[in-house]
Nanobody, 121 residues
């Protein structure tokens, strides 16, 4: 069962913007700490941004000042606003998080299937 679904990826020119969204499935009651990771070809998956249930955020040095992570707890959604995109931002972006099901079970470290972001002129 897919618990997290990303959307919003695509192709953009350098300097452009994209907004990624991550939606938790209807079987999920709530979302806790949520993160965006990315993986470029030949590279390891890396943490891009993280947001706690209270709204505290943390960013990779490479994206600080350009990317913004946010969340809507009522909608069980997480977003990643990406501005001033660079070719080195090209990667598959994954949503990750700690979830609570409608039955009260904790699902730690859940992953979405990823969405491709390509930055190229």
């Amino acid at each position: 069962q897919v618990l997290l679904v990303e959307s919003g990826g695509g192709s953009v020119q350098p300097g452009g913007s994209l907004r990624l969204s991550c939606a938790a499935s209807r079987s999920i009651f709530s979302i806790n700490t949520m993160s965006w990771y990315r993986q470029a070809p030949g590279n390891e998956r890396e943490l891009v941004a993280q947001i706690t249930s209270g709204g505290s955020t943390n960013y990779a040095a490479s994206v600080k000042g350009r990317f913004t992570i946010s969340r809507d707890n009522a909608k069980k959604m997480v977003y990643l606003q990406m501005n001033s995109l660079k070719p080195e931002d090209t990667a598959v972006y994954y949503c990750n998080g700690d979830l609570v099901t409608a039955w009260g079970n904790s699902l730690l470290d859940s992953w979405g299937q990823g969405t491709q972001v390509t930055v190229s002129s």
